[in-house]
């Protein structure tokens, strides 16, 4: 099943590369770069120009596993256009009804976002695969922790606010992944094109994690 396949790809993984860049052509050496990291889940926010298209150009030319999904889908009808533009999956800082329905309809795996535990466990029983937490800059590792003890069956990633350097706490507090944008796609790297620092940064990443 597709939605299956992503999320056991997520939950082994345990990163989502969030890119966000306001030149798209970049995009293609910036997942290229954090591929040889070890990376293999990657997200093209909606706020790309041209994200669908990009959407498609990958998923046409994507080697096995690797997953490129679709972020900041805020409605049903763009979640379905990334769909069928070949994404793997769809996350959203919101938790719209009709967007996760569309994605349940086309067995696509969802991460709708949410932020107090209302709002998750709503997330939750409409039909969330996982809750992205967001935005998690302001709460940190112990408020998954925190989580955990009346909600021990959600499965939740922070994004905002995950780093390089604590992206294993937030695994360990009982994230079942990471959604990780410009602490890892470094925007002095992509301008200097030094995809090489990219590299370094997510082999870094993926390191961290290791054993989890």
């Known amino acids: 099943m597709r939605k299956e396949k992503a999320l056991n790809s997520i939950l082994e993984t345990k990163v989502i590369a969030v890119i966000r860049l306001s030149d798209p052509t970049r995009i293609f050496d910036v997942i290229e770069a954090l591929k040889k990291g070890a990376i293999n889940v ?111 069956q959600l499965r939740l990633m922070p994004t905002g606010g995950v780093t390089v350097e604590n992206a294993r706490e937030f695994i360990g507090a009982g994230a079942c992944a990471v959604g990780i944008g410009t602490a890892l796609i470094d925007k002095k790297a992509v301008e200097a094109e030094d995809w090489d620092a990219l590299t370094e940064k997510a082999g870094q990443l993926v390191e961290s994690l290791r054993g989890l």
């Not at 067995?107 to 709503?122: H, K, L, N, R, Y």
């Open 42 to 152: 990657f997200e093209i926010t909606m706020t790309v120009p041209g994200a669908l298209d990009i959407i498609q150009k990958l998923a046409v030319a994507k080697p096995e596993g690797i997953l490129i999904g679709a972020g900041t889908v805020l409605d049903a009808d763009t979640a379905a256009a990334a769909i069928w533009s070949g994404a793997d999956f769809i996350v959203s800082p919101i938790a719209d009804p009709g967007m996760i329905a569309a994605c349940r309809t086309h067995d696509a795996f969802v991460a709708p976002g949410a932020f107090t535990p209302s709002e998750i466990i709503a997330a939750w029983e409409r039909g969330a695969d996982i809750v992205k937490v967001f935005p998690a800059t302001s709460l940190g590792p112990q408020y998954f922790r925190d989580l955990r003890g009346p909600f021990p």
